[in-house]
């Protein structure tokens, strides 16, 4: 990249790793990855504009995307799980600015930036209607409508991972019973193969995980699920029908011709594709024909979203600072 091109840095920040891509003219000119700092909210901050200053030379705008819910107006966090610190109302945008020479921060949610990155490079690249979904330790969405990912002032269209799925189900940690993520994350998967493991049923996932129900892990099922353990193959399926049971019904409100997965478990999207596929196909008298794809841009796709989103997005006014935040 000659030094009077100017990029775009997305940062998309997870529990356990901060993710970053560099775009120039729409296009992804490098990525890398980090561990996440855990020791509180400052710290984290701190790491987000090192960041930038060591990556983002001739960077113009920075993508920040965060899990839970923000406020893309005000770019304040309303609430971060999985994150030590107090990121209620913390004006984490303007915080990052205050440690960087005069760039601007747009924020936005980790799941609304992984569908901007697939409409705009990845598998939704073309579609002007589309649902994407990440499917990891929670399950989160975005929607696209009319050629573009539909982020509000508080960004939270569409919660896919509350949608009601099974009302004899189990609490959610958002209080409510039955939701998508409790039989369709990581989490619930690793909880269903630990069945047979605790039982001896699974001499695949017995070896893989050392026979320690704390050592399995989601990967380890893909592994005995590609080694053709019908336990995790069962539990994989078993999750490929609530996503399509979801999937399904957005379908049916929003005519979506297109549904996009990715996330920590898109890497073992063959074993649950054929039974979200089943599913759709009994509604496509009212839905039409609807595609069922893998996303495309692997574990960047979160932090290319966000530098592609910050490229398209950087008008608008400065709010007035607040200072309410702990950080």
């Keep these: 990249m000659?030094?009077?091109d100017t990029a775009q840095l997305g940062i998309d920040v997870g529990g356990t790793h901060?993710?970053?891509a560099l775009t120039a003219d729409g296009e992804v000119v490098r990525t890398g990855e980090e561990p996440t700092a855990r020791q509180g909210g400052g710290a984290l901050l701190d790491q987000l504009g090192d960041l930038v200053n060591r990556v983002g030379a001739a960077v113009d705008v920075v993508g920040l995307a965060m899990p839970g819910l923000v406020d893309t107006v005000r770019r304040e966090t309303l609430f971060v799980p999985n994150l030590p610190g107090e990121w209620h109302r913390c004006p984490v945008a303007e915080r990052v600015e205050e440690r960087l020479a005069g760039l601007r921060v747009r924020l936005l949610n980790d799941a609304r930036a992984f569908g901007h990155g697939e409409l705009r490079l990845g598998a939704g690249r073309g579609a002007v209607d589309a649902l994407f979904m990440t499917v990891g330790t929670g399950v989160g969405g975005a929607l696209?409508?009319?050629g573009d990912i539909i982020i509000r002032a508080v960004d939270r269209v569409p919660e896919l991972g509350h949608l009601a799925v099974d009302p004899n189900g189990e609490r959610c940690g958002c209080g409510a019973i039955g939701c998508l993520e409790t039989v369709a994350s990581a989490s619930a998967l690793?909880?269903?193969?630990?069945?047979?493991?605790?039982?001896?049923?699974?001499d695949i996932l017995r070896r893989l995980s050392g026979g320690s129900l704390a050592g399995l892990t989601a990967r380890m099922c893909a592994q005995a699920a590609d080694e053709g353990d019908p336990w995790a193959l069962d539990a994989f399926a078993r999750v490929g029908g609530y996503l399509g049971m979801a999937a399904a019904n957005a379908c049916v409100l929003l005519q979506t011709p297109l549904v996009v997965v990715g996330g920590g478990l898109a890497g073992a999207f063959h074993h649950m594709a054929p039974a979200a596929e089943r599913i759709l196909a009994e509604r496509v008298g009212i839905t039409g024909p609807v595609s069922f794809l893998k996303a495309e841009l692997g574990s960047h796709?979160?932090?290319?979203?966000?530098?592609?989103?910050?490229?398209?997005?950087?008008?608008?006014?400065?709010?007035?600072?607040?200072?309410?935040?702990k950080n």
């Design 144 to 146: 696209a409508r009319d």
């Design 18 to 20: 901060v993710k970053w």
């Design 2 to 4: 000659r030094s009077q």
């Design 301 to 325: 796709a979160g932090a290319i979203g966000a530098a592609l989103y910050a490229r398209t997005s950087t008008t608008g006014p400065r709010l007035p600072r607040r200072s309410n935040a």
């Design 190 to 202: 690793v909880g269903r193969c630990a069945r047979a493991v605790l039982t001896g049923q699974s």
